[in-house]
């Protein structure tokens, strides 16, 4: 049902990420003639995706309009909102608009790939309140509090009305930078009419108010005056705040701040040289500097609070990392909550950590880490100061879009104002109100090493069945003409676990000398390969009950 008034124009909205899903957020604001993208970011592979490093939104739908794209709005500079940008921006190379800090967070990434000299990138502060032409859209950013400095949300004045997007947000009373969410503003936006709210969702669950990061802070005197050793904190690498803390509280308890991990090495030197970060004593110090200082003079900030395994709490927990390697006396903080998915990986850092003797504290024992999203309070806040006639809940997967629905309903916004949309959707917006009118298709594109695109599902099916069942490999060698076999055949696992072996492999072999006794040896072999193939499988699994990846290699003699 589509309701509404009072506007003449028409605006399309398309989530091409970032919605029932966290990670990888991409909007576009989309008229006949222009259209406007809000942040560009990636997400982490899921456990049944092996071997894929990171994953990107789609653009296929941009790269056929990229002459209608008058600019790239980034909101901060979280992974999740600019991560997709060194991947992506050739195939849409378009102005970057962003905030001081988001702005040399992103270069740093452009840089890497060679491609910082050919970006156009303005920088807007937030409390000079501009106004940014793109098209027929008219942007206003406006400053909000979230665990990342100079964060924001727009206002963009469209054809259709104004559209309010909060960016990932919170109402934090005492942020580190003292900068509060521009609540004055939000209340204009609310006097102007927003046709239409897209508000961060991802916290509905948590009743009242998100903490201040100043708890993190008083929680981390307390670790500090207790632990005997070295301390290692792990966190985001694009967490300013929360290493301006680490900075701070080292102060105090006379201990030096060894950065530790390429992007965060790179992001703590971005936000000092911006004066984001301050360190008025000299504490930090590279790790060679550290050798020569005893642990309890020592704080390690290091990445991997997600479990990555090539970050350096991972290598550390695995005791594979050069220069640390933990045990009694020493005390790990995991200063983050896991991303949903990353459970597994995350705990299992920890018990490692705890059976090597490390003291470990995380967020299920104390409060080491506090959520950059609002709460159900703030959320309703949100809705009271804007005030808008149309609400979508983006940035959370699908039990979070339902529980905000349920959260505007309580605030006031009838039923039929709420839209709940999915990744691809084509929302409109017009004079008659709001409805979704088309869906594209939209997928992934997963990232490998230094290689991206679409890895076929079929390959991730190969990978999953090769990390749970192993894999047999049969060469054999037939006579070309009469298909008798030659020798062979010869069988090698890889990744099974076998008792009776040699029974096992004589079990295989008679099974596909019987199956190809006398067949006719194809010209390329794939019905050849086919009838082993099925012939070993079936005996494989009468015998051992798995299903491991066959991979025939016939030869002829």
Same mark, same amino acid.
């Given at each position: ?17 970032? +919605?029932? #899903?966290?990670?990888?957020?991409? %909007? ?12 560009? =970011?990636? =997400? ?11 994953? *990107?939104?789609?653009? !296929? ?59 156009? $990138? ?7 309140? /501009? ?17 990342? /400095? ?11 009305? *104004? ?14 930078? !003292?900068?509060?969410?521009?609540? @004055? ?6 006097? &102007? ?24 802070? #008083? ?11 070295? +301390?290692?904190?792990?966190?985001? @690498? ?21 950065? $530790? ?21 000299? %504490? ?13 003079? *020592? ?15 991972? &290598? ?6 050069? &220069?640390?390697?933990?045990?009694? !006396? ?24 705890? &059976? @090597? ?78 409805? +979704? ?11 490998? =090493? ?69 067949? @006719? ?31 025939? %290699?016939? %030869?002829?003699?």
């Amino acid at each position: 049902m589509r309701t509404g008034s009072g506007v003449n124009e028409s605006v399309r909205v398309i989530f091409l990420g970032g +919605i029932a #899903e966290v990670g990888k957020n991409i %909007l576009i604001l989309e008229t006949d003639d222009d259209i406007v993208v809000v942040d560009c =970011g990636l =997400g982490f592979p899921e456990e049944d995706q092996p071997g894929i490093d990171l994953v *990107l939104p789609d653009i !296929g739908y941009l790269k056929g309009r990229r002459n209608k794209i008058r600019g790239i709005f980034i909101t901060h500079g979280h992974e999740d909102h600019i991560g997709g940008l060194p991947w992506l921006w050739e195939d849409i190379p378009v102005p970057i608009y962003a905030t001081k800090l988001t702005a040399g967070l992103i270069a740093v990434k452009m840089r890497e790939k060679r491609l910082m000299d050919r970006v156009e $990138m303005h920088i807007f502060d937030p409390d000079q309140h /501009p106004a940014i032409e793109a098209g027929d859209f008219t942007i206003e950013p406006f400053r909000v509090t979230h665990s990342i /400095p100079d964060a924001v949300g727009f206002g963009i004045t469209t054809p259709a009305g *104004l559209v309010v997007i909060t960016g990932d947000f919170k109402f934090d009373p005492t942020p580190i930078d !003292g900068l509060l969410t521009d609540t @004055a503003l939000l209340q204009q936006f609310g006097d &102007r009419n927003v046709r239409l709210l897209i508000s961060d969702c991802v916290n509905v669950e948590r009743e009242g108010r998100t903490p201040s990061e100043r708890v993190v802070g #008083e929680t981390y005197q307390d670790i500090f005056a207790q632990a005997p050793g070295r +301390i290692i904190i792990a966190t985001f @690498a694009s967490l300013i705040a929360r290493i301006q803390q680490t900075i701070d509280t080292a102060a105090k308890f006379g201990r030096k701040v060894v950065p $530790m991990g390429r992007s965060l090495e790179n992001n703590v030197r971005v936000a000092r040289e911006l004066g984001y970060l301050h360190d008025p004593e000299s %504490l930090l110090i590279t790790p060679g500097m550290a050798n020569s200082l005893p642990g309890r003079d *020592l704080v390690y900030l290091v990445t991997g609070s997600q479990g990555e395994p090539m970050a350096v709490l991972s &290598r550390i927990a695995n005791r594979d990392h050069n &220069r640390i390697r933990v045990g009694e !006396g020493d005390t790990v903080v995991v200063s983050s909550t896991p991303i949903p998915g990353n459970e597994t990986s995350v705990f299992r850092i920890i018990d490692q950590l705890f &059976r @090597a003797g490390a003291e470990v504290v995380y967020s299920s024992r104390s409060q080491v880490h506090v959520s950059g999203h609002a709460g159900r309070d703030e959320l309703r806040q949100m809705l009271e100061l804007t005030r808008p006639e149309f609400v979508i809940p983006t940035h959370g997967e699908h039990r979070h879009l339902a529980l905000y629905a349920d959260l505007a309903a309580e605030a006031g916004i009838p039923r039929t104002n709420i839209t709940l949309v999915d990744r691809g959707d084509v929302v409109l917006l017009d004079a008659s109100g709001i409805g +979704i009118v088309e869906q594209l298709d939209v997928g992934s594109i997963l990232v490998e =090493g230094a290689t991206m695109g679409h890895v076929e599902p079929a390959i991730l099916r190969d990978r999953q069945a090769l990390s749970r069942d192993g894999m047999l490999m049969i060469a054999v060698s037939i006579d070309r003409h009469s298909g008798k076999v030659v020798s062979g055949p010869k069988i090698v696992t890889r990744g099974m676990s076998l008792m009776g072996e040699e029974d096992f492999f004589r079990g295989v072999g008679d099974a596909v000398k019987v199956a190809i006794s006398g067949l @006719a040896v194809d010209a390329d072999g794939r019905a050849t390969d086919q009838v082993i193939r099925e012939a070993a499988s079936r005996y494989v699994f009468a015998r051992i009950r798995r299903r491991p990846m066959i991979q025939p %290699l016939v %030869l002829e003699a």
